[in-house]
């Protein structure tokens, strides 16, 4: 198991930026797979962007995808999102999430280690 906390959430007007952090404890991080998700109110959480073990590679949702970097610093400990271009649907709660794994996955049932998220509001 390891323990996850994300920061860098804020309010932010359209077409700023943030960057969200999220940094492991407890295991050797190089071993796991991380995935960000966000949950908006009312609706059901969403995968936002998948990294590999070493980081060489990435996948993210469509509506993300150019405007979203997903990278992470093993030496760290932590997997960084870099939000570009936010728009207000992009307002949410945001969490990060790992698995001792060799690939990640886009749904949610594919992690065993969550964070307590942390809020991204985008003003219009």
């Known amino acids: 198991q390891v323990q996850l906390v994300e920061s860098g959430g804020g309010l932010v007007p359209a077409g700023g930026s943030l960057r969200l952090s999220c940094t492991a404890s407890?295991?050797?991080?190089?071993?796991?797979?991380v995935g960000w998700f966000r949950q908006a109110p009312g609706n059901e959480r969403e995968f936002v962007a998948g990294i590999s073990r070493s980081g060489d590679r990435t996948s993210y949702a469509d509506s993300v995808k150019g405007r979203f970097t997903i990278s992470r610093d093993n030496a760290k400990n932590t997997v960084y999102l870099q939000m570009n271009s936010l728009e207000p649907e992009d307002t949410a709660v945001y969490y990060c999430a790992a698995r001792a794994t060799f690939y990640y996955s886009r749904l949610a049932n594919g992690y065993n280690d969550w964070g307590q998220g942390t809020r991204v509001t985008v003003s219009s």
């Open positions: 407890g295991r050797t991080f190089s071993n796991y797979v």
